[in-house]
């Protein structure tokens, strides 16, 4: 973790988000502050569909690894129901984890990564998105799914708009 989130970080993110042109925008700003809090190799966001098992990543920090658009299914799996279906934070610790949880795994080590956390983005008991941050092995703890729960309660409004 970079340094801990602070009120201070949270009225920034605000003014962000309500000054944003666009969804765009508001990603950007997202990806920045967890940048800065909880620090990434890779950030994105995916918008899950209605029904729960289909996803489109909707914002990518590295398009060219991970474009925007194009729609996942994630039926039947571990991650799909456990994020998609009941909402939880999903953490691959380490490069065997994030293996057994995602199938382009030789991506994912390509680019550095060796941890990932998988935030649900959710209102009202429904599943919205996710926001996924990569990192370094065991670079995720407490503090930082707690600050990353804290920024992606930002994400709800503009998810909830596209649902």
């Not at 991506?107 to 959710?122: H, R």
């Amino acid at each position: 973790m970079t340094d801990r989130l602070t009120i201070a970080d949270l009225a920034e993110l605000y003014e962000k988000a309500a000054g944003a042109a666009d969804a765009r925008a508001l990603y950007r700003a997202v990806d920045e502050m967890v940048q800065r809090r909880i620090g990434h190799r890779l950030f994105t966001i995916m918008r899950i569909y209605e029904g729960g098992q289909e996803v489109e990543r909707v914002y990518s920090s590295n398009e060219k690894a991970y474009s925007v658009g194009g729609r996942k299914v994630k039926q039947g799996t571990h991650w799909g129901d456990k994020v998609l279906g009941r909402g939880e934070v999903h953490i691959a610790r380490d490069k065997d984890e994030v293996k057994r949880a995602f199938a382009d795994y030789e991506l994912i080590w390509s680019l550095g990564v060796e941890s990932i956390m998988n935030m649900p983005v959710s209102f009202r008991g429904r599943q919205l998105g996710t926001m996924n941050v990569s990192g370094t092995a065991h670079q995720f703890g407490e503090a930082d799914v707690r600050a990353a729960r804290a920024i992606a309660a930002y994400l709800v409004p503009v998810l909830l708009a596209d649902y």
